[in-house]
């Protein structure tokens, strides 16, 4: 798919130019607060919609962390009239692809189909959405799940300490719990709590929608209602305000592991702060360029203590902070924190060089457009950018404001952002040489892989025998710096 669109950026990227996007955007008007970019394209019979519901878990209850995340994954188990067997062999018979995720602001709903089976995809989803069945069988069946799945991660050292360092940064507020929740938590929540929480997040206005592909916008705007015209039209309420971010200093969480894991985070910069993009490129030169990073040149190629080392520059609603994430062997975690510290301090004094600021300008420009490259991309690119509240035309802008940052705007955000004084982190592991004492813990025997953070991956792709139909990982972990582009 868009073939020429990805050689012509690989060839762009080795000449040096600048590619542009292959693909017109618009601003469909909507009548109930709802925002809807649409990018038309018929080369392959196929519609990609991505929705941004204003329910993540940054609204949650204090007292009932992870009830976002549990509505979301009830919200394919039956709708209308269709239980939950019948809900996935409607969308299974019709080769309908419905996928659901949480953050921190937002749930995500991916919605791929055929144009020719876009009518009953896009009444599917309306019918969940307007009409969730949230009955016992279901809510119980996804409550195991969900208790399993929390199980699990307390044996990977990478999501204990992703989870821990949220706890740490963001103190009481609902961002500072796991996407997830807690055991305690998902044992309390009730059918009455589901169906509170969608009748009040599961609202239209403040819908964020984009889509791609095969079909006009005349038809897609009778899609759309049929999708979204029965939802309530109240405001979604706000997340509150964060207070106190940080907490500077190291924290051990003691697992018995081969890899000690550290996820590291300092303050960061709201997504419309006039340094956001200087920051961008800052992230990417000293952690958030793979091998090209400074972090990785100091940590893995100088001294050989990890495999992988990354940081990213995130914003949500009510908070940005740069995180990071690295694992070690036994041993080496204290040493890897110093020489962390010490990049970024390097960094922040003197900021890059010509050469380190012209080869990430290259990268983020020449890269940007393979992210656009399927129907499904667009969409989601799309999407991203809604959700950090920016206008369509920042599609047509951005390299151009890559390409105007300047070496002297690179330093005054590097000062801003990487202070290690400011630095919170959180090991699970060890920082000696022997593993800490603590209690025996079930696998925790096994090495540890050393970790990649990623996004989190979507809570289920649906599949008719629901069954057998596993809960994937939801926790709040540090994201890689490229995806989606900023």
């Known amino acids: ?17 600048t590619p542009s996007l292959a693909f017109d955007a618009k601003n469909l008007p909507a009548p109930h607060g709802e925002q809807v970019w649409f990018a038309e394209d018929h080369t392959l019979p196929m519609i990609a919609m991505v929705v941004a519901v204003p329910a993540g878990s940054g609204y949650d ?136 929480f969608a009748a009040t997040h599961w609202v239209q206005p403040g819908l964020k929608i984009s889509v791609s592909g095969d079909v006009n916008a005349a ?3 009778t899609l759309l209602k049929s999708a979204f015209g029965q939802m309530p039209r109240r405001m979604p309420p706000y997340i509150p305000p964060v207070g106190r971010v940080g907490q500077p200093g190291v924290t051990v969480i003691p697992m018995q592991v081969a890899q000690s894991v550290a996820v590291f985070g300092m303050p960061g910069m709201l997504r419309n702060d006039r340094d956001f993009i200087p920051g961008y490129v800052a992230n990417y030169i000293v952690g958030g360029g793979g091998f090209a990073s400074r972090l990785t040149t100091e940590v893995r190629v100088k001294r050989g203590l990890t495999y992988d080392i990354s940081t990213s520059l995130d914003a949500l609603h009510r908070a940005g902070y740069v995180v990071g994430e690295v694992a070690t062997k036994r041993g080496s975690m204290r040493q890897t924190i ?64 890559i390409d105007a940052v300047t070496l002297d705007d690179v330093k005054r955000a590097a ?3 990487f202070n290690p004084r400011r630095m919170t982190v959180v090991v699970a592991g060890t920082m000696a040489g022997v593993a800490a004492h603590a209690p025996p813990q079930p696998g925790v025997d096994k090495p540890a892989p050393v970790a990649t953070p990623t996004k989190p991956a979507p809570h289920k792709t649906p599949v008719p025998a629901i069954a057998a139909k596993p809960k994937a990982t939801i926790v709040s972990r540090p994201a890689t710096a490229l995806a989606p582009h900023h």
């Open 61 to 196: 209850p204090i007292a009932k962390p992870g009830l976002a995340s549990f509505a979301a994954d009830l919200l394919d188990e039956g709708a209308g009239k269709l239980n939950s067997q019948a809900f996935h062999t409607a969308l299974s018979n019709r080769a309908i692809r419905l996928s659901i995720s949480v953050e921190h602001d937002y749930m995500l709903i991916q919605l791929v189909t055929l144009s020719e089976n876009a009518k009953d995809a896009f009444q599917l989803l309306g019918l969940a959405l307007a009409h969730p069945r949230f009955e016992a069988e279901a809510i119980n069946r996804v409550r195991t799940q969900i208790l399993a799945n929390l199980e699990q991660q307390s044996e990977d050292p990478a999501t204990v300490a992703g989870k821990a360092f949220f706890r740490a940064y963001f103190h009481n507020h609902p961002y500072a719990h796991s996407l997830g929740g807690d055991a305690k938590s998902v044992m309390s929540i009730q059918a009455s709590d589901l169906k509170a």
């Open 415 to 417: 000062k801003r952002l």
């Open 1 to 17: 798919m868009r073939r020429g669109l990805i050689a012509a950026a690989l060839c762009a990227l080795c000449l040096g130019a």
């Open 219 to 221: 038809t897609l705007q």
């Open 338 to 401: 110093d020489v962390v510290r010490q990049t970024l301090k390097d960094f922040a004094a003197k900021g890059p060089t010509d050469k380190e600021l012209a080869d990430a300008k290259t990268y983020l420009t020449g890269a940007f457009p393979l992210a656009f490259g399927s129907n499904v991309g667009i969409a989601g690119q799309m999407n991203a950018f809604q959700r950090a509240g920016l206008d369509i035309g920042y599609l047509a802008r951005r390299n151009a404001l």
